[in-house]
């Protein structure tokens, strides 16, 4: 079983912060990524924020830990203990990494429905009543 961290933030707006990703699993989603063995969750995030949205996350909450036994990785691995947060506080500039992220933008909440959502993110935004 692997375990992923992943992020929802949103600007002053309201509006999310997406990214396409380049690499299965496709489609939109916040920034997100499987956490290493001994790594905190929460540090999982963090570090995912910075590696593929340039951002620092200064203050976050943890909204969902779910076992998501139908999400599948790039990695082939079916079954996912998930761990998603709410960024509260960032600092930094958006920076696209080129190398995992396809596209990055902010999104309202009403354009989601537009996008082919990533399956974990059709999931949580379903949860949050996005969708």
């Known amino acids: ?15 999310v912060l997406l990214i396409e990703r380049k690499f299965a699993p ?12 001994g790594e905190d969750p929460e540090r999982a995030m963090k570090r995912e924020m910075r ?34 947060y709410e960024v509260l506080e960032w600092s930094g500039e958006i920076k696209r990494e080129k190398s995992e992220v396809k596209n990055i933008r ?13 399956e974990a993110y059709q999931y949580w935004f379903k949860k949050l009543g996005y969708l």
Not at 1 to 15: L, N, P, T, V
Not at 73 to 79: A, F, K, T
Not at 110 to 117: E, G, S, Y
């Open 1 to 15: 079983m692997h375990q992923s961290a992943g992020a929802i933030i949103k600007d002053k707006e309201g509006r």
């Open 26 to 37: 496709f489609g939109w989603a916040g920034p997100a990524g499987h956490i290493d063995e």
């Open 51 to 84: 590696e593929e949205v340039g951002l620092q996350v200064e203050k976050s909450q943890l909204l969902f830990h779910e076992m998501l036994a139908w999400n599948k990785c790039s990695r082939g691995v079916l079954g996912h203990d998930w761990y998603l």
């Open 106 to 118: 902010w999104v309202e909440l009403d354009k989601i429905k537009d996008l082919p959502l990533e």
